[in-house]
């Protein structure tokens, strides 16, 4: 971790470059630094996955709404304070790349960041080591 | 919020209309009142998105089974009562969707209702202002 | 339940056989016994449905770094130790599978063990009945 999962209205694909904006919400999330100044998040372990859906209904169905969920998931007990940052730094840059689709069409945003609650939790690929690897 | 996400074998695509079946359980969560009698879902924040898995297995793999998990999450605090009343109005909803389904073939059908974890909530989008936005 | 979601990058799809690595990990959670030696997981309630992303972002983007992220969530209540060997089973099963990977490329390998946090659980298809059914 930390794993970002975006999940979307397919015609967004014609609309905006998603590919650059995970890139964008990736470099956000290397980017964070604590209290401190380390960085918040270990370079291998820091993901962005897009999911376009091939079924949706948004609203009540009485336009073309499109909708983006940015789920980014952490491992536990980092300071209430930093998650805020972080999750105001991911929206920030969200918006930023969105802004010209904010303009122009109807579009629901949301940006939910969780700590993991998950009671086991093997890594067992290479990434970490060969960027170094603190915790997610 | 509130976010419905459907994952679901293949197979389904050519078996049912998926776009119908997210359209109602869409309606059937704007049409769910609590006790005073007001909506318990903001228009702009009802979605659901449905996503066919490109590779699967179900149970013991000894026939072509089908699966569809549906996995509602909302916002926390609602009575027990209230979050009872959604469950099963979805259920039956899907259920009746999926009759013919269900009549004709091996089927595995689950459906959560869980309350967001979320530490962070950004909501930067513009459908809830356009539709009217209480909480989701 | 249980369900295990794999979300990965999707230059996989080229390089192993998805499909049979859900297959492996379905048998796997269907091999897994209690210290009574019972079945932990119900054959009906086993499925893994796995997600290649249309878009992703991984690590600081300067190589073909891949990714995937397990995802097992499965009913509250089974001890902390049967948690911690379900989740090594599955890794040692995944890892063996995606061996020839792991040595050839740089891949990400997240396995994760998670009780569902649901307030509200609907079964309504018929794999239980078809195959005998305790609990998830």
Do not use: K
């Amino acid at each position: 971790m930390p794993h970002l999962v975006i999940l979307y209205t397919p015609q967004l694909d014609a609309e905006c470059d998603m590919t650059a904006l995970c890139r964008r919400l990736a470099d956000t999330m290397l980017a964070q630094r604590d209290d401190e100044g380390r960085p918040v998040f270990p370079v291998g372990g820091t993901r962005v996955l897009a999911y376009p859906a091939a079924h949706h209904a948004v609203a009540d169905g009485s336009g073309d709404h499109a909708f983006a969920w940015f789920h980014l998931r952490m491992a536990r007990g980092r300071p209430e304070a930093l998650r805020q940052r972080i999750g105001e730094a991911l929206v920030a840059a969200a918006r930023a790349q969105l802004a010209p689709l904010l303009a122009a069409r109807p579009l629901g945003l949301t940006l939910q960041v969780e700590e993991g609650a998950e009671s086991f939790d093997g890594r067992f690929g290479n990434l970490h080591a060969s960027f170094g690897a603190p915790r997610a």
